[in-house]
T-cell receptor, first 113, second 115 residues
Framework: GNSVTQMEGPVTLSEEAFLTINCTYT??????LFWYVQYPGEGLQLLLK?????DKGSNKGFEATYRKETTSFHLEKGSVQVSDSAVYFC????????????FGKGTKLSVKP | SAVISQKPSRDICQRGTSLTIQCQVD?????MFWYRQQPGQSLTLIAT?????????ESGFVIDKFPISRPNLTFSTLTVSNMSPEDSSIYLC????????????FGEGSRLTVL
């Protein structure tokens, strides 16, 4: 079945460091791919998405490229800020369940000043 | 976007009891989803709740254990029945305003601890 695997956390970085959170997926067909973020005390919210191969999603300085050949959707940011501290979830669409998303386990990011 | 309020935000419950979680949305939505996030695990879909029809449960989840109500387009409840410590989880309500896009809005979750 469809699944998402993302790197284990927690990840601790200094401010302005480069961030990569790896995400790979297994899916039949051509799913859409998503990164969701959960800031402390808040609900999950969509960070970015890509709907087809080679698409690049971007938002708030974060980017991720849909790589069909490597079944990956790695999240990157060139210079993280303390305010980026959150839990990041990679997800893919599973349209067999009326729009259900399949999530990775989440990666907790802590950015130190 | 949609703003989702869940109650309670957290609770400590005794084994064998039941607890109902409420989900209120600030706009009318057709599709609502209930997820569970067990400690150290990813989010798992429990069921899809559409107004005017029975909830659709995912494999491993049954209506007797997780009854769901969806009385209108802005509200839903999930009951966790006859709780055991294995039910200790975060339960999340989410909605789709644009079905087919995969863009979901989530509540803050309800963290249940069963003793």
């Amino acid at each position: 079945g469809n699944s998402v695997t993302q790197m284990e956390g927690p990840v601790t970085l200094s401010e302005e460091a480069f961030l990569t959170i790896n995400c790979t997926y297994t899916a039949t067909g051509y799913p859409s791919l998503f990164w969701y973020v959960q800031y402390p005390g808040e609900g999950l919210q969509l960070l970015l998405k890509a709907t087809k191969a080679d698409d690049k999603g971007s938002n708030k300085g974060f980017e991720a490229t849909y790589r069909k050949e490597t079944t990956s959707f790695h999240l990157e940011k060139g210079s993280v800020q303390v305010s980026d501290s959150a839990v990041y979830f990679c997800a893919l669409s599973d349209w067999g369940s009326q729009g259900n998303l399949i999530f990775g386990k989440g990666t907790k990011l802590s950015v130190k000043p | 976007s949609a703003v989702i309020s869940q109650k309670p935000s957290r609770d400590i419950c005794q084994r064998g009891t039941s607890l109902t979680i409420q989900c209120q949305v600030d706009s009318q939505v057709t599709m609502m989803f209930w997820y569970r996030q067990q400690p150290g695990q990813s989010l798992t879909l429990i069921a899809t709740a559409n107004q005017g029809s029975e909830a659709t449960y995912e494999s491993g989840f049954v209506i007797d254990k997780f009854p769901i109500s969806r009385p209108n387009l802005t509200f839903s409840t999930l009951t966790v029945s006859n709780m055991s410590p294995e039910d200790s989880s975060i339960y999340l309500c989410s909605v789709s305003q644009t079905p087919g896009t995969g863009e979901l809005f989530f509540g803050e979750g309800s963290r249940l601890t069963v003793l």
